[in-house]
T-cell receptor, first 113, second 112 residues
Framework: EAGVTQFPSHSVIEKGQTVTLRCDPI?????LYWYRRVMGKEIKFLLH????????ESGMPNNRFLAERTGGTYSTLKVQPAELEDSGVYFC???????????FGSGTRLTVV | AQSVTQPDIHITVSEGASLELRCNYS??????LFWYVQSPGQGLQLLLK??????LVQGIKGFEAEFKRSQSSFNLRKPSVHWSDAAEYFC??????????FGAGTRLTVKP
């Protein structure tokens, strides 16, 4: 079974540019989560999809962040325009319905310069 | 405020020595509890989890953790550390099957 795949693994962009991160969850996992770890601090929840619907987006820091999960398969997280404080590691996780078995991807390290 | 606390930012142990990583949570109810490990360049790997029942849970790679309700703690232990255990360890809780809350992480260095 393929795991949760994230790409790119690293991205370096200039302040003001746009970046799109992608997450491919495990096939059949209805639940998809985005998390972020900034500057070695704790890993913080961003949002949760159930299939294509946003179940909870209370962790999204501001309206520069836009997450989508069209068709309930892969998800994208767009940052537009990127700011210096957006630098960090963005993790995606997926989980089947009714199961607490979260599977995390390797993360995307975003550096905004 | 609801939180997950890992009081040790960095721990160094000698190879073969025992290890205990601390985790405390502050929530009204007993959450589901997890320990994850992240090795350099890798994703978060689940070591073990506690939902209910026996308060001593066994995980992968020889790790175990003990849930102590009275102390709101879920400390991770290993009797003999290997050099390959050097990584960052995260304690996490899940309150309602909605999202997971993480501690700040403890970085483990293993001395030869």
């Amino acid at each position: 079974e393929a795991g949760v795949t994230q790409f790119p693994s690293h991205s370096v962009i200039e302040k003001g540019q746009t970046v799109t991160l992608r997450c491919d969850p495990i096939s059949g996992h209805d639940n998809l989560y985005w998390y972020r770890r900034v500057m070695g601090k704790e890993i913080k929840f961003l949002l949760h999809f159930v299939k294509e619907s946003k179940q909870d987006e209370s962790g999204m820091p501001n309206n520069r962040f836009l997450a989508e999960r069209t068709g309930g398969t892969y998800s994208t997280l767009k940052v537009q325009p990127a700011e210096l404080e957006d630098s960090g590691v963005y993790f995606c996780a997926s989980r089947p319905a009714g199961d607490y078995g979260y599977t995390f991807g390797s993360g995307t390290r975003l550096t905004v310069v | 405020a609801q939180s997950v606390t890992q009081p040790d930012i960095h721990i160094t142990v000698s190879e073969g020595a025992s290890l205990e990583l601390r985790c405390n949570y502050s929530y009204g109810a007993t959450p589901y509890l997890f320990w994850y490990v992240q090795s350099p360049g890798q994703g978060l790997q689940l070591l073990l989890k506690y939902f209910s029942g026996d308060t001593l849970v066994q995980g992968i790679k020889g790790f175990e953790a003990e849930f102590k309700r009275s102390q709101s703690s879920f400390n991770l232990r290993k009797p003999s550390v290997h050099w390959s255990d050097a990584a960052e360890y995260f304690c996490a809780v899940d309150l309602n099957n909605n999202d997971m809350r993480f501690g700040a992480g403890t970085r483990l260095t293993v001395k030869p």
